[in-house]
């Protein structure tokens, strides 16, 4: 029984991202653990997936561990394709091309909005000075979340994390939430869903307010909105997510082999 | 066409100065790029840089916990699976530099609309979010008016952003191979150096390798930088380490970490820069510094077949030094 089987919350979290993605999609991943649940998927059930870095790297899987980054050799080693910046973020995913896209956050809001840029001490203010801790910035999440056709949020379900409103918009989930997005006339469709270490959050349709869809076999509705900063509303269709299988497990670790997703 | 092969101080002594704005190779964080220009930089004391890189890598790392930069315009600002650039960070919170932030597609977008001497360039992205709302480089206007200003689409009527031109003054790119006219060819993504080589007043190519020319033209649609927009060529092997350069030599993993972990402090700052920047005279003890059992190893990576169709123009070092440019031959 798949219940016997031995998985850190990590894993769990790339595994339902995977699931999120199909088979035949062009998809945008990443370094890390979106890179992680991208191939996880390629490798689990969706064979056909045209899958590229930011970095314009096409047709390439990982060799010898999670790469260090959307360029490295790890990533450079059975290419087809070497292009450019501006052919994948531009061409293939400005262009409104790219089906999905997966980004990480530092903090994430009711809305799907992203900070990955930095944490203040507070509110900003209406002068812009400079964040108590720096984060690395908005690189390619911006651009993916503006031209995919969706995206995923991957982020550790923690109460830091998730705000009523980021600090700071990195990359517009629905922005102040209903239609506001599409006075931006963004070709991209926004946010399908929040993925954490604890479950899984979607917009409800109207109010594009984020709420619970699925919690895992080892957390829980009261946990979940415990570990959420604003009042989180639970879907009526809220069920539990199956737990990964014995396959799904086994296709996760082929990509991580250094097993980067193991160490939480 | 004569060479321009000049060595690395002679290229930062021709072509930097201080306030100049500074592109590095459209910086990829853990990739390409020419860290060994940055290294240069600080040795002869440069300052006050205006840092324009597509993404932070180790050399705004390094220049930005120097010192030697106020202001820095970037996609990304750290170090992928490295984790955050402690340098660049340090800067930025301390207040010492102010960093203007753009995102990966924006950044290639703004070389591509210097290249073409564009008034600006229409934006999609960026507009909607911060990137628009918030200047560092104008901290009181608020929300940003002369960032991404708002254009109206003249077809339809709709608002999108207007993305800035940028023409840096000097643009160090590294790349894989080079004739000595600087002609080049780069393995891997190019990532926006092919922009950048076009948005750049000038350009200073710093090469792994020097091909014959013969090389350049059994690959003529490989060589996405031609020679004549160059100004001059550095031969560099190791331009980029701690960071990999694809066909040539994988990421110094443990350096990378050391390095970043230095940067963090100005106590570590100052002792990384007598050790690692101030310590070598030339290229041999450079490469000693690294080490050549390991720049041999790192030399022997999964990607280094990438390189094969090339190795039989590749120019041994001798010949490189005799193909000094002119004056300096002399």
């Known amino acids: 029984m798949s219940a016997a089987l031995d998985y850190s919350r990590q894993e769990m979290m790339a595994i339902a991202t995977g ?23 390629q490798a689990n059930h969706a064979p056909n997936l045209r899958s590229m870095t930011e970095g314009g790297v096409y047709g390439a899987t990982p060799v010898g561990g999670l790469p260090w980054g959307i360029e490295c ?28 896209g997966v980004i990480g956050a530092a903090q994430v809001d009711k809305h799907g909005n992203v900070n990955t840029t930095g944490i203040w001490d507070g509110e ?49 989930g629905y922005l102040d939430g209903g239609d506001s997005r599409a006075r931006h006339h963004f070709v991209g469709g926004g946010p399908s869903a929040i993925i954490t270490t604890l479950g ?50 086994a296709n996760l670790r082929k990509v991580d082999q250094t097993g980067a997703l193991r160490k939480k | 066409m004569t060479s321009k092969l000049i060595s690395l101080s002679e290229a930062a002594r021709r072509f930097a100065w201080d306030g100049m704005q500074y592109a590095s190779g459209a910086a990829l964080p853990v990739g390409s790029d020419a860290v060994i220009f940055g290294r240069e930089l600080l040795r002869q004391k440069h300052k006050d840089l205006h840092a324009i ?43 010492q530099l102010a960093l203007e932030d753009y995102s990966n597609l924006s950044m290639a977008l703004r070389f591509l609309g210097g290249a073409l001497n564009w008034p600006f360039v229409p934006a999609t992205v960026n507009i909607g979010s911060d990137l628009q709302d918030r200047s560092a480089f104008a901290p009181d206007d608020y929300p940003a008016r002369s960032k991404i200003p708002a254009v109206v689409d003249p077809f339809t009527g709709r608002e999108f952003g ?63 930088i031609p020679d004549i927009i160059v100004e001059a060529v550095v031969h560099w092997p190791f331009a980029a380490w701690p960071q990999g350069s694809p066909g040539m030599y994988d990421i110094d993993e443990s350096h990378m970490a050391f390095m970043n972990m230095a940067l963090a402090t100005e106590e570590g700052t100052a002792a990384y820069l007598r050790e690692f920047v101030e310590s070598y005279d030339d290229l041999d003890s450079y490469l000693d510094l690294i080490g050549r059992d390991k720049a041999k190893a790192l030399s022997q990576g999964s990607s280094s077949f990438l390189l094969d169709p090339y190795r039989r123009w590749i120019l041994p070092p001798e010949d490189v030094a005799g193909l000094a440019a002119p004056e300096l031959a002399a």
Not at chain 2, 164 to 189: F, S, W, Y
């Open chain 2, 162 to 224: 207007a993305l800035k031109p940028l023409r840096p003054d000097l643009a160090a790119i590294q790349v894989t191979l080079a004739d000595p006219t600087g002609n080049a060819i780069m393995l891997g993504t190019e990532w926006s150096r092919y922009e950048l080589s076009r948005a750049a007043k000038k350009v200073v190519l710093i090469a792994d390798a020097i091909v014959d020319p013969a090389c350049i033209r059994q690959f003529p649609n490989l060589v996405r």
């Open chain 1, 73 to 100: 050799n790890r990533i450079s080693s059975n290419a087809t394709s070497f292009t450019s910046a501006l052919d994948a973020l531009g061409f293939l995913v400005a262009s409104g091309r790219c089906d999905v």
């Open chain 2, 53 to 95: 890189f597509h993404c932070n890598s180790q050399q705004l790392n390094l220049l930005a916990a120097a010192g030697a930069v106020t202001k820095a315009e970037c996609g990304f600002s750290a170090l992928e699976v490295f984790g955050f650039a402690n340098g660049l960070r340090r800067a930025v919170e301390n207040g």
């Open chain 1, 19 to 41: 699931r999120e993605i199909r088979d035949g999609e062009l998809a945008i991943f990443g370094v890390g653990l979106s890179m992680l649940a991208g191939f996880f998927a």
């Open chain 1, 200 to 249: 899984i959050l979607r917009p409800e349709p109207g109010t594009n307010e984020f709420v619970l869809n699925g919690w895992f076999a080892f957390s829980g509705i009261e946990e979940i909105r415990a570990n959420t900063g604003w009042n989180l509303r639970v879907s009526p269709d809220a069920r539990l997510i199956p737990e990964p299988t014995a396959e799904e497990l």
């Open chain 1, 124 to 172: 900003i203010g209406p002068h812009y000075r400079p964040p108590k801790t720096r984060l690395p910035g908005a690189g390619g999440a911006n651009d993916i979340a503006c031209g995919a056709k969706r995206y995923i949020i991957m982020v550790t379900h923690e109460p830091k994390r998730f705000a009523e409103r980021v600090t700071y918009v990195s990359s517009p």
